[in-house]
């Protein structure tokens, strides 16, 4: 084994010696290239993989818990701003135990824990107002589970309940949540709204308030818990005029062609909620009256008393000017009836969202073919069903666009990706660069090794070349004494043709070509005869 080693070392240090400059420059530098290469991967793959241990953390529970994993030499990483702190991914649940019992990260809601430190001498004040701290906290850790917030502060204002008056105030609520960069939908805020107003008794949703920590209000008492405060509604009023937006522009794309057509389009929804109730009474001919009542009087009668006139001043009597006496008649006739008569109630209640009102307004470029603008404003009236009692308005109207900035970006856009695609192309010709270096340099080595092996094949020691020329003297007497013995066929005969005298020039390769035709030929007779020279150098 070690003298192979040897043999080994001496091949490399005899290949390296045959190397030229250049080869040996090449050498180094690949063999540098590939140890920085495997140092690399090896770092690389050598790296855990990282999982978040805690994340969306205070500066002071981030301080805290880094602290800690360095007093027990843990690997860590931070990211999100210092708000998430990764370790390797093996060790994350066992980290989060042992943290959990170092009381990291500390909690600032304890919640329902604060029941727990009442003693028996506690007011029923401060019971209310743990009762009410705990609720607050359990809400506040509950509504920062919801994705994309951060953390949460909740405040009720729960009204003491007082047995002796009717009047009772509602109880209220107001929620603060941090979403860092983030934003909350429609969906989530109604959702938060909803969890509070069912966790406290008595608190509907309409008295629950939801503000950003940017002080943007999300939800109000006026909203009526319906989540549509804040960015709610602009989020609906912006996603309808996109719909109307894209509908249009698609279909004057079709028309006018792609970049021929602008549309802008503006709407205002309504978002209150009404309710309408209607009454109408309803009777039927063909049912009877519940009932009925009838009355009637007829007096007739011939000369009457006359009727005196009325008294005037002084008690003096005021002939009433009709003559006395005469025939009277009288008569009267009453009738009631109560019929059956049925009452329908509608009510109407109208969804927040109701278009109000909406404009259009639509530009086509004038270089375009001649178009029909009459035609074209029908159309898109059409398309968006634009009413006119409602107060909508429609324009178009044909202009010159102006394309320059757009053929600019287009310009920019095309020498970007021509870069970007020369970049890698570049990648390409250098990896290519140096895959074709080595495969050079592993060509050259390799025939390099080729010509040296070859050459030490070739290559004979004083002793073999000593030998050798003993060993033609010894064929020479050979042949000699088979042409004497008559033992020497044709084949021994051509084999020993090209010996020369002793004094002629060394024919190294005609040697070797006689030499094994003779051995494949008469290999007994050449056996014998190097048996008897080499009993003769012994000697």
Known sequence: MRDRLTAIGRRGADGWKSFSPGQKAVTIFAILALAIGGWFFASWSGQPTMAPLFSNLAAADASAIVDKLNADGVTYSLSDGGGTVNVPADQVYALRIEMSGAGLPAQGDAGYALLDKQGIMTSEFMQQVTYRRALEGELAKTIGSIKNVNSATVHLAIPEKDVFTDDQQAPTASVLVNTGTQSLTGDQVTSIVHLVSSSVEGLEPGNVTVVSAGGKVLSTSDSGGSGSGGDGGSAATSAYEQRL?????????????PGHAAVNV?????????????QKYVADPAVPPLSEQKKSEQYTGGNGVPVGGVLGPDNIQVPNGTGAGGDGQYQQTTETRNNAVGMVTETTKSAPGQVSKLGIAVIVDSSVAKVDLAQLQQLVSSAVGLDPARGDQIAVSSMAFDTSAATAEKNAAAEAAKGQQAQVQMQYIQMGAIVLALLILLIVAALANRKRRKAEKQKLTEEQNAALADMQAAIEAARAKLQLEGGGGPGGAAALEGGGAPGEEFDRDGRFRDITTMVEKQPDEVAQLLRGWLADRRS
Do not use: H, I, P
């Open 266 to 278: 503006t709407a205002a929804l309504n978002y209150d909620n009404t309710e309408t109730k209607t």
């Open 245 to 257: 937006r894209s509908a249009v522009q698609n279909m004057l794309d079709t028309v006018v062609g």
